[in-house]
């Protein structure tokens, strides 16, 4: 493992003159010396500086034939290294699918593989390396490092101090793996119970509750030395469109935003954040141009840093998502992003289009040095703030000492078990007695991991439930049953004294309900757990006890467990209201809802 001593070296005197600790502001020494770096930087790197790009591979130098394949077709380089080499980007985003995460001691190698790579350049600085660890839903990271509940799981706790703990933790473990930036948490305010692509990522309905929880889970994050990172501004939680592929459009007032949206956000800012993601969606009571958020002067400058006083980093949603390209070409969108206020730019689809544009942007006079100069000094003072420049290597022996401990997956189990939240539980037949209901059907959806490394769902509860004192087996029914599947899980109902279901965003039309009221017209006793939306409960009236777990990952399933089986009282509160599945102007269980035993 390289010695600081090797840092210092490697980036030509740089990082020593930089060490400047962790409260520049603007115009303390520190500041200085970091404009004194930008001036001696050429036009390339800093157009480089404000790329964050993602990269295949395991190792910086050495990955796998099939991801260089992938690297030389979508990024024209072979590896995280020649990435770094040819265009100096200031960061680089990890995800599960560009084998970037298999396992603790690898996510160290590569991030100390991509420092190493970037400081040994002329002018080497040290690199902002992210991922999206939400948890829940959205989790790159996976075990044997600590999961925890998604954010409307904790939404449902209603602790700040089980989201601190969260942010302290997951940071931790992320920071001892050489990932110095996170984005998260989710600071979405979830009116929309379609949204599609926010949903349990949100902690709620609540503007108040999900400021507080915000709030919260930064501290953590930053208390562990990773940036935090508050998402979507100007607020994505009422949309009934994918970003990722259509184009949103916000109906709300400018009034409803500010008692809204804008809450959580507010709350981030207050709380010191320390990198803002914006939103690829249409809000024309903030900006009637019909641009996306991301491209907004308006709305990034003119509110996000003017009227909230934020001055920390504002980073893009990925600029390969359709929300943000439907307006404007590849080539256009990173330049009326910087134009619009934006510091980082992510994930752009093609690498050579969008730095080219930059570069020719300034070149042109359409953009100035200086602008590019400005988004530089945030980043830069970031990285100052993590300390990367004293020192942004890793160790395995800080690997080992973190990451996963019997400490955090403990801490882990407790908070989950604050967060199940009992909706239904008709005569009283929860928690299951061993006696009576000894032998257990598990059936229901199985969606893929998160992070890859959990589940299945049902697998999951029924092992739980068996280590409990129970007889379970597992069937799984997915998410959209056949008749003929039906029919078999049906079938071995008979042999069960009692069924627990998983389902998954169930509607109207869904073949998951005939399941349930076929399930339950066996005379045996159905057990629910909605394992994403908690709207499902809805759907179900068929169901003699109804669960929301928020999410499919081990440690909310195993909380469900311990409840159904009595090793734990339900003490989750609906942090969201669900309606009516005939009548949505009607709330059947509104927030704050919750039973317990």
Request: aromatic share 4%; charged share 20%; with cysteine.
């Amino acid at each position: 493992m390289p010695s600081r001593r090797t840092v210092l070296a490697a980036s030509a005197g740089v990082t020593a003159a930089l060490a400047i600790g962790t409260t520049a502001s603007a115009g303390t020494p520190g500041d200085k010396k970091l404009r004194s770096l930008i001036s001696r930087m050429t036009l390339e790197e800093k157009v480089g500086q404000l790329f964050v790009m993602r990269v295949y591979g395991h190792s910086a130098t050495a990955p796998d034939q099939a991801d260089i394949d992938a690297n030389l077709k979508e990024i024209g380089v072979r590896t995280a290294a020649d990435l770094i080499a040819e265009y100096r980007v200031g960061g680089i985003i990890y995800f599960t699918w560009a084998h970037n995460t298999k396992d603790p001691h690898q996510i160290a190698d590569l991030s100390n593989g991509i420092q190493r790579a970037s400081l040994t350049q002329p002018r080497g600085l040290p690199v902002l390396i992210t991922t999206d660890q939400e948890h829940g839903i959205v989790c790159r990271v996976g075990k044997p490092a600590t999961l925890f509940p998604g954010a409307m799981a904790m939404g449902a706790g209603g602790s700040r101090e089980d989201a601190r703990a969260l942010g302290r933790i997951s940071g931790a473990e992320l920071r001892a793996m050489g990932i110095n930036q996170d984005y998260s948490p989710d600071a979405d305010v979830n009116i929309n119970p379609a949204n599609p692509v926010i949903g349990v990522r949100s902690f709620g309905a609540d503007p108040e509750a999900v400021a507080r929880l915000v709030a919260a889970e930064v501290a953590g994050y930053q208390r562990s030395s990773v940036a935090a990172t508050a998402k979507h501004f100007p607020g994505h939680g009422d949309t009934a469109v994918d970003s990722h592929y259509g184009f949103p459009v916000i109906t709300h007032s400018r009034e409803l935003w500010e008692k809204l949206d804008a809450v959580p956000f507010r709350a981030a800012v207050k709380a010191g954040i320390d990198s803002i993601m914006t939103a690829h969606i249409q809000f024309p009571a903030l900006d009637d141009s019909g641009d996306p958020a991301t491209l907004s002067h308006p709305i990034l400058t003119g509110i996000l840093r003017e009227e909230l006083g934020y001055d920390g980093v504002v980073v893009t949603d990925s600029l390969g998502m359709q929300g943000v390209r439907t307006k404007y070409g590849d080539d256009r969108v990173p330049v009326l992003a910087l134009k619009a206020g934006v510091d980082q730019l992510l994930n752009p689809p093609d690498l050579a289009t969008a730095w080219n544009a930059v570069l020719k942007a300034v070149q042109d006079g359409e953009l100035t040095e200086s602008r590019l100069d400005e988004s530089i000094l945030r980043i830069l003072k970031l990285k100052a703030r993590l300390r990367l420049f004293d020192d942004p290597y890793v160790s395995q022996k800080g690997v080992d000492r973190t990451v996963g401990t019997a400490a955090h997956l403990a801490a882990a189990d407790r908070i989950a078990e604050r967060t199940t939240t009992l909706l239904v539980n008709r005569a009283g037949l929860l928690p299951l007695s061993r006696r009576s209901h000894r032998k257990i059907l598990v059936v229901g959806a199985d969606p893929a991991s998160p992070s890859g490394t959990t589940g299945p769902p049902t697998g999951v509860l029924a092992t739980a439930l068996t280590e409990l004192g129970f007889t379970a087996t597992a069937l799984s029914t997915g998410t959209a049953p056949s008749a003929a599947t039906v029919a078999a899980a049906v079938a071995a109902a008979q042999d069960a004294d009692a069924v627990v279901v998983g389902t998954y965003n169930v509607t109207a039309g869904s073949s998951q309900r005939t399941l349930v009221e076929q399930l339950a017209a066996t005379g045996r006793p159905v057990v629910a757990v909605a394992i994403r939306n908690p709207y499902d409960v809805a759907q179900l009236p068929s169901a003699s006890a109804h669960l929301a777990s928020y999410s499919w990952t081990d440690v909310e399933l195993r909380a469900a467990a311990r409840v159904i089986a009595g090793r734990a009282a339900p003490r989750g509160k609906l942090p969201v209201p669900v309606q009516q599945a005939d009548d949505p102007a009607k709330v059947l269980y509104p927030i704050g809802y919750g039973l317990s035993y």
